[in-house]
């Protein structure tokens, strides 16, 4: 049993970890898992080619079967929405687990490192299955058909709105002309989603929930659409592999010409629809719609089991979401930061970036207090707002 001489805050037991031989192994195999994953992607290469293959593939094995060539393109639609599905799925399995451990180390925590594997790999797991497990409880005050139906309409948008994301070059499931209005008028059916799952539970906390998201979402989905408007007037297209074509090239032959370098523009429509998106998301400090200290678990209260895990991967989906659309937007998609580092694969260096926007988006959550309701209305229409009109504004200059 530890004494109050082995009790240790884990700065003072951490003081040099560098000398901690557990820590230099975990250190050189993280290393050695991020060299393996670059290595496997430069074997690989861009994954165009090799999925042009597996469509042809695909078609042969259709007409070989006998089936109408009338069949081979719906169905191959339906292998890219099940690969999606798969991605959003395992996205919300990582992310769990990744919050853990980056909560874990912003508060000088081990984090779960004994439990379910190496650095608690499988506890993830374990919580999905206990989840589907658990009893599927509908209060007797609830609507049960609007119960139920709420989690499928906040989640069902969001695996609509990866059909028109870049993952490298050639690597949209659907390059739509219109890929930004696609995006933005389906992210805005969450909300009615949520709003439904308030109203549903039959509880005050639920209701108080439904509708402070209701005015959030609606608020903040204004200056995050007007942020991305200097972005298309630069690119010149509302198709998120034009744009990022767009940002292709260099000054000077090193600086990349990417949206987030532009002088001042740039920079605020950057910032401005990265606080938006953490807003959308119902993320710390935005998490107004479900503030545990105040409403409980806010929207979801009423919700158990299955039904509550599908809202829950819809906020991690829409995290991915978001950060996938701020690589797209300013970290120029899959372009290298660097010409001479072409050889790495477009999806390699598009996950990169994404993966650190999410990282931002998880530190931000056990980083900043959470706005009062008054404050958060405020913060968005004094001053994100007008100065997503400004933007524009200096965009216009910024053409002539």
Known sequence: MPTASTRYWPTQLWKDPWRNPSYRRGAALLAAILLGILLLGILTG???LPGERLYRIWENTLLSLGLSAIWVDPGWMLVKALIILHIILFNGLFLVWWERKISAHIQSRLGPTRVGGWHGWAQTIADGVKLLLKEDITPAAADPWVHWLAPVIALSPVILCF????????LAAVPLETGILYIFALTGITVIGIVMGGWAGGSKYSILGGLRSAAQLVSYELPRAFSVVPVLMLAGSLNLTRIVEAQSGYWLGIFPQWFLFYPVVGQLSFLIFLIASVAETNRI????PEAESELVAGFHTEYSGMKFSLLFLGEYAYVLLSS?????????????????????PSWIWFFG???????????????????????????NWKFLLPWSFANIALAGLYLL
Do not use: N, S, Y
Request: charged share 15%; hydrophobic share 55%; aromatic share 22%.
């Open 163 to 170: 059909a028109p994301v870049a993952f490298g070059t050639g």
């Open 46 to 48: 861009e994954l165009q």
């Open 285 to 288: 400090p935005f998490d107004i």
């Open 324 to 344: 996938c659309l701020v690589a797209t937007f300013f970290l120029g998609g899959g372009l290298p930061p660097l010409p001479f580092l072409g050889f790495i």
């Open 353 to 379: 970036k994404t993966l650190a926007i999410v990282f931002c988006f998880l530190w931000f959550r056990w980083t900043f207090p959470r706005f009062r309701v008054d404050r958060l209305m405020d913060f």
